[in-house]
């Protein structure tokens, strides 16, 4: 994976909750800290994103988007 954004944070998958349109992604990044995203469920699919999988939760402003590898 290449990014231009800095702050990458690597954690596992805890919930990802589909709604009509958007999820809600958590991601666990360790020391208790679980990072909420909200992405389109296409976005999900396409990353393949499952409870336990690796992601990345990528900072960038104040959007988080989340990414694997």
């Known amino acids: 994976m290449k990014i231009s ?3 990458r944070l690597k954690g596992k998958v805890v919930s990802v909750t589909k709604g009509a349109t958007t999820a809600h992604v958590k991601i666990d990044i360790g020391n208790g800290i679980v990072i909420t995203s ?3 469920n ?3 699919d396409e990353l393949g994103l499952a409870v336990g999988g690796d992601a990345y939760a990528v900072v960038k402003a ?3 988007m989340v990414a694997v590898d």
């Open 5 to 7: 954004a800095r702050n």
């Open 62 to 64: 104040s959007d988080v």
């Open 42 to 44: 296409d976005a999900v």
């Open 38 to 40: 909200s992405i389109t």
